[in-house]
Each structure stands twice: as structure tokens, then as C-alpha cells.
């Protein structure tokens, strides 16, 4: 039986990840992790879901360890290790992972990603961390700043590479890389390999580096029980509200999903429509501030939310314990999504369930799918809606709905006036306060008062009969 402790890891590492639940290493962990510990560059490729974090994770702070302190000087806690993610919530996931691994050690780690306040994170970055999780395009902004150097950096890696690349990172990374030193450790780990990404290795990697593959490229994971199903596209919406209300335990409403469209539009629809029927369900997509985004990730991890629908931004980077379903609503454009999103369910040798909603008009895609993944999917035909049936959930979604009444006017007005932008936040009352030209005044000063009514006095005429002093009037 192997354990953990076969790599020679510190032993507060061992017993942080012990604290965490780990047990026996995964395949991704059994073989990089001894590459990684002798200081070999690694193009790692495992399906998602197998650890590929503590697999560069652990013997990362293993070999920066010697560097730990407890002095309080920036100086001494420079970036060591850096973590490039493609998204705010892989970054986000990346880091706490790490800054468990580390907990018992004096490393500091830290994590800069777009959409939030950037102060806050300059502050971090001028105070020192050891290990670094980033959004390339996070980073420059705060290299731009002088927040932070890359100037020691002993291992970078790219986390989701295939993805920076399908993002267009490809210019920030290189600008990041050109700032690290030559002699520096690289690892890249992906879910997907494609040709774009051999090239990237040719250039990022040292020679001959080693290549892990824990399982058939592309591969999706056994544990994962996947369903295609073929609906009319006008009837797709009340066959997936038949799915959620009735594919739970015992026939029950399903209790944690995730629908993935392809969308933002769409996203922002369907959750509103979802809410009509009375399913509990948020939305997460691009277009939503970070702090919004993580607030519909909380509520969904602590069960609060039922159902997420969300793009692709959510395709990668969640880990979210035993997620026993995930929806396509619909089919991703590109194959290598399907592999992603499908693998927010089925994690850590669970079982899940993915369910792909297929239209006519989807074939070519789900070929692709097909001939990446190296499988064929046997199309489950649904029997079409009655008109009746139409009928009854088109009215039942109309009667969820009604007017706002003037009390959800004054509560929505009372959350407008409540709400503080993340940029307005942690501000200096004085040098944040923008400058405002003086006005000149149009009224009288005090001072022009007071002197007409002490000073000056009324005019007055002496009258010719008996000396009398009688003031004139205006």
C-alpha cells in the first residue's frame, strides 16, 4: 500500500495533508511527484478530477522549505514559486490548496486574479509571499505597479495550459516568462494536450522534459456515468426541468447541479426561469462581478443554491466535493470542454452522473466529442411533450411569476443605496476624495453682515428747527 510518505516530504507537510483527508496518492501524484522533487521539468497530463494540484503542490513547497522564516521584512519573502491559472475560480481553488499543504510551515502564499479591488492585493504583494497563484493578466498589472518582482523565482507553473491558449494568454505569458530566470524549474499540467500546447512546451520547457500521462489523452473518467439524450430544441427547457425535478434520490428534485450552456445571454435566462418553477438555482458567467460569482459558488457548496447554471468560466478550476450531476444543456463547441465540464463530477474516485441535451442541429459537434474522447455515445431518443404538457409547465412557469409590489421596490431601493462598489472600498477619506474646484460664493459673507448692521449707520439730516437729528429713510 503506498502512502505519502514514500516521497521523503517534510514532515509538516505530511501532517497537513493528513489533517486534509489524503490517504493513498493518486496515479498523476505516484509519478510527478518524485520527478518534480529532483528538480525535473515535467508536461504532466491527467483527467480532471486526479489531483493534478498536490501533484505539483506538495513537492513545491518541498523544495522552496529551505527558504521559510519568520522575519517580518518584505525582503526575505520573495516570490518563489509561481502558479499561472486561466481563471479568477481555478486560481481562487489553486491557492487555498496550496496555502493548506503549507499550513504548518512559515510560507507565506497569495493570489492576485482580475475583476476585484487590486489594493488589497498590493498590500499582500509588498508584504511577501513565497508562493504565488495569478491570472496572467492580474500579474502585469501589479508588475506594471512595482507590487511585486519575479526576480527568484525557482519553479513556475502553468496550470490549465490548454485553456490560457484558448484564452489568448499566450502574449502575457510570454512577457511573464521573459521575467524569470533562465535556470528556473517549469512544470505544465493539463486535462488536454493539444499540438499548440506541444510547441508551447518546446519553448517553455527545457529539453527532453518529462512527459506523464496517467491515463488515454482526452480520456474522460470512468467513474462518470454520461447520457445523451435527444430533444427537440423548443422542448429542451421543460425536459431539463423534468430532469432536476424528478432524477434525485428516490425520485425526488435533484439537490446539487450544474448546467453548463454556451452562452452568457443564455446562462442569465434559464437561472430566471429555473427560479419561475421554483427550483433554486443562480447563475455564474462572465459577465458578474468576482465578488458576485463567488458569492453563487458559496451558496451552491453550502446547498443553499440547488442548481448553477453556468458557461465555461466554471468548466475548470471548481472543486466541489462529490457533485453527484452535471447537465449540458448545451453542447460545447469545442470537444475539449465536454472533458472539462463533465469533470466537475465523478472527482476523487466518486461516482457521477453527466447528462448531454443533444438537438439535431448538434451532430457534428457531438462527432467531434465523440472522436476525441474515443468513445461512441448510444442517443437516448425522449418521448416529445403533449401539447397538454406544453401547456401546463408554460402555465406554471407564468404563475411563478408577479408584479413587484411596492414593498420589493422599497427593499430593492434600500439594497441599491446599501451597496458600496469593491472599487470604493478600504478608501482614504481624505486622499481618495477627488478635487473640487471652489465655487465663489453668491451670497453675502457673514463678515458684510455684520458690518452693515454694527458699522454703518443710517444717514441722517439735521433739521433746521431745534437741532432735531431725523434719519432719513431710503
Not at 90 to 96: P, T
Not at 190 to 197: G, H, L, N, V
Amino acid at each position: 500500500m503506498s502512502s505519502f510518505s514514500q516521497f521523503n516530504l517534510d514532515p509538516r507537510i505530511l501532517s497537513a495533508i493528513e489533517r486534509m483527508g489524503y490517504q493513498e496518492p493518486t496515479p498523476i501524484q505516484m509519478e510527478a511527484i518524485p520527478v518534480v522533487m529532483n528538480g525535473g521539468d515535467v508536461m504532466g497530463a491527467a483527467q480532471t478530477g486526479t489531483g493534478k494540484t498536490a501533484s505539483f503542490g506538495l513537492p513545491l513547497i518541498s523544495r522552496i522549505l529551505h527558504h521559510a522564516n519568520t522575519s517580518m521584512s518584505p525582503a526575505r519573502h520573495p516570490v518563489r514559486a509561481l502558479i499561472l491559472t486561466p481563471t479568477r475560480e481555478l486560481a481562487d481553488q489553486v491557492s487555498k490548496n496550496l496555502t493548506a499543504y503549507a499550513a504548518d510551515t512559515p510560507l507565506r502564499s497569495g493570489v492576485v486574479y482580475g475583476g476585484v479591488d487590486i489594493r488589497p492585493q498590493s498590500d499582500m504583494l509588498r508584504r511577501g509571499v513565497e508562493i504565488l497563484t495569478a491570472t496572467p493578466g492580474r500579474l502585469l498589472d501589479h508588475l506594471e505597479q512595482r507590487a511585486t518582482n519575479l526576480s527568484q523565482v525557482e519553479i513556475v507553473v502553468l496550470d490549465e495550459a490548454d485553456r490560457m491558449l484558448d484564452m489568448g494568454f499566450l502574449p502575457d505569458i510570454s512577457r511573464i516568462l521573459k521575467l524569470i530566470p533562465a535556470n528556473r524549474q517549469s512544470l505544465m499540467f493539463s486535462a488536454t494536450f493539444s499540438e499548440d500546447i506541444t510547441k508551447l512546451a518546446k519553448n517553455f520547457l527545457r529539453p527532453n522534459p518529462t512527459v506523464i500521462e496517467v491515463a488515454r489523452q482526452n480520456q474522460t473518467a470512468e467513474t462518470v456515468t454520461q447520457e445523451v439524450l435527444q430533444v427537440l430544441d423548443r422542448e429542451k427547457t421543460d425536459v431539463l426541468i423534468d430532469i432536476l425535478k424528478t432524477r434525485g434520490e428516490n425520485n425526488q428534485p435533484m439537490q446539487q447541479v450544474i448546467v453548463f450552456v454556451n452562452a452568457k445571454v443564455t446562462c442569465r435566462r434559464l437561472a430566471r426561469t429555473l427560479e419561475r418553477v421554483g427550483i433554486n438555482a443562480d447563475a455564474i458567467h462572465g459577465d458578474k462581478t468576482q465578488e458576485e460569482r463567488q458569492t453563487a459558488l458559496d451558496g451552491f457548496k453550502a446547498g443553499t443554491i440547488h442548481v448553477l447554471v453556468a458557461t465555461d468560466v466554471a468548466a475548470r478550476g471548481l472543486d466541489i466535493k462529490e457533485l453527484p450531476c452535471v447537465i449540458n444543456y448545451d453542447v460545447p463547441f469545442c470537444a475539449e470542454d465536454y472533458v472539462h465540464r463533465i469533470g466537475r463530477t465523478g472527482r476523487a474516485g466518486a461516482h457521477g452522473l453527466a447528462v448531454m441535451l443533444a438537438t439535431s442541429e448538434d451532430d457534428k459537434l457531438i462527432d467531434a466529442i465523440e472522436k476525441l474522447t474515443k468513445q461512441s455515445f448510444t442517443q437516448v431518443p425522449t418521448r416529445p411533450l403533449s401539447r397538454r404538457a406544453r401547456s401546463e409547465m408554460r402555465h406554471e412557469r407564468e404563475s411563478m411569476e408577479r408584479p413587484d409590489t411596492p414593498e420589493d421596490e422599497r427593499a430593492a431601493r434600500d439594497r441599491a443605496r446599501a451597496y458600496v462598489p469593491p472599487s470604493q472600498r478600504h478608501r482614504d477619506p481624505i486622499f481618495d476624495t477627488p478635487y473640487r474646484e471652489r465655487q465663489p460664493q453668491r451670497t453675502k459673507p457673514e463678515e458684510l453682515h455684520v458690518f452693515e448692521r454694527e458699522v454703518r449707520k443710517p444717514r441722517q439730516l439735521a433739521a433746521l428747527l431745534g437741532g432735531m437729528r431725523i434719519p432719513l429713510k431710503d
